[in-house]
Nanobody
Framework: QVRLIESGGGFVQTGGSLRLSCAVSGDTFRRLTVGWFRRAPGKEREFVAAVRANGGTTHYADSVKGRFTISRDNAKNTVYLQMNNLKPEDTAVYYC?????????????????WGQGTQVTVSS
C-alpha cells in the first residue's frame, strides 16, 4: 500500500515562506510522478505543481509560478514544495499526490495516490 505523509504546513504572514514535505512509501518512488494540489475553503481542489520521475521536468500553476518550487529527493523518497512570497489566496489544504501512469499532469483524475493534506494559512 502506498502512503503519502505531508508535513510542514502552518501559519505565516503575507510575504513569508514555508516548505512542505511529503514522504512516500510503498512503491518505487523514482518511477512516480509526484505533485501537489490544494483546496481552499469553498473551492475545488486545484493543481499547484508536479515533477516527473526523472526530476528534470516540472510544471506549475500560473498562480504560483515564480513563487513556488517543487523538487524531489529520490534517495529519501520525498517531494518538497518551497513556497515563497506567500499570499492570503494561497491559504488552503495542500495535498501531496503521486501518479504511476503519466509523465506529468495537472488533472486530478490522473493521480493514483493522495496524502491526507496539510493546512497552510497566510494572514494578511
Amino acid at each position: 500500500q502506498v502512503r503519502l505523509i505531508e508535513s510542514g504546513g502552518g501559519f505565516v504572514q503575507t510575504g513569508g515562506s514555508l516548505r512542505l514535505s511529503c514522504a512516500v512509501s510503498g512503491d518505487t518512488f523514482r518511477r512516480l510522478t509526484v505533485g501537489w494540489f490544494r483546496r481552499a475553503p469553498g473551492k475545488e481542489r486545484e493543481f499547484v505543481a508536479a515533477v516527473r520521475a526523472n526530476g528534470g521536468t516540472t510544471h506549475y500553476a500560473d498562480s504560483v509560478k515564480g513563487r513556488f518550487t517543487i523538487s524531489r529527493d529520490n534517495a529519501k523518497n520525498t517531494v518538497y514544495l518551497q513556497m515563497n512570497n506567500l499570499k492570503p489566496e494561497d491559504t488552503a489544504v495542500y495535498y501531496c499526490t503521486a501518479a504511476r501512469r503519466v509523465p506529468i499532469s495537472t488533472r486530478y483524475g490522473d493521480y493514483d495516490y493522495w496524502g491526507q493534506g496539510t493546512q497552510v494559512t497566510v494572514s494578511s
